[in-house]
């Protein structure tokens, strides 16, 4: 299948041109295995989010063929270094796949200088690291997730222990939820529209099924 760059920025993949050239459907087409590290400061502050994302077999492999330069069936340091320069750049638009919030609002996070790409056990790894743009303390409760507005990818956490916070302050407790697919169709149904699933760019609403990391801290804490 041929690739066509330009066709997939229009519909807003531009992270998955390198490797397909069909528009998003209401379905993943990608798969990948993530873990979230929460890293809090001294003063309650979270300071950083550091993501892992481990990719499926077969888009590893379509990835392995569109940048293996010399043919070597293997990624070098400097063809790892473009994988990372394109994901880096494509998923820019799209907060990085980050969902941050506190108190049901959105939270503004930094741009990750950079992405780091490794390829193991024939998978392809993408890492990064973030931050709030502003001191994001703790208090009222904290929700962060991962997820594709376009519902290209399906990003997930296998195991609860693949989402963890450091030094979580005394008085304040986590929990990972994860949303019923039913549940939450029934209980926006109004909005789940047949247009919603047809727009190519994506819809904040797609959250809404996404695993998610509740850090919730006593008043007194």
């Not at 473009?82 to 609002?105: E, R």
């Not at 703790?138 to 963890?164: C, H, K, N, Q, R």
Request: with cysteine.
């Amino acid at each position: 299948m041929p690739i066509c760059h330009k066709s997939l920025l229009k519909t807003g993949m531009a992270f998955f041109a390198i490797a397909f050239s069909v528009p998003a459907l209401a379905h993943p087409h990608v798969f990948a295995e993530a873990r979230l590290d929460v890293n809090v400061d001294g003063k309650g502050n979270i300071k950083s989010l550091h993501h892992v994302w481990r990719f499926d077999d077969l888009f590893s492999s379509t990835v392995l063929v569109e940048f293996d330069k010399n043919q070597d069936l293997a990624l070098n340091q400097e063809e790892l270094e473009d994988v990372a320069g394109v994901v880096h750049t494509s998923l820019a638009d799209f907060n990085y796949f980050q969902m941050v919030t506190q108190g049901g609002k959105d939270v503004a996070m930094e741009a990750p200088e950079r992405l780091i790409a490794d390829f193991v056990d024939n998978q392809l790894i993408i890492l990064f690291e973030s931050k709030p743009e502003k001191p994001l303390a703790l208090g009222s409760t904290v929700s962060l997730g991962v997820y594709d507005p376009t519902f290209y990818t399906a990003i997930d956490f296998i195991e609860d222990s693949y989402m963890t916070v450091n030094d979580l302050p005394a008085g304040c407790s986590k929990a990972v939820v994860r949303p019923d697919p039913d549940e939450a169709l029934a209980q926006n149904q109004q909005t789940l529209t047949e247009a919603f699933f047809d727009d190519p760019v994506g819809n904040d609403m797609s959250k809404i099924f996404a695993t998610r990391l509740e850090i919730t801290c006593s008043k007194d804490s």
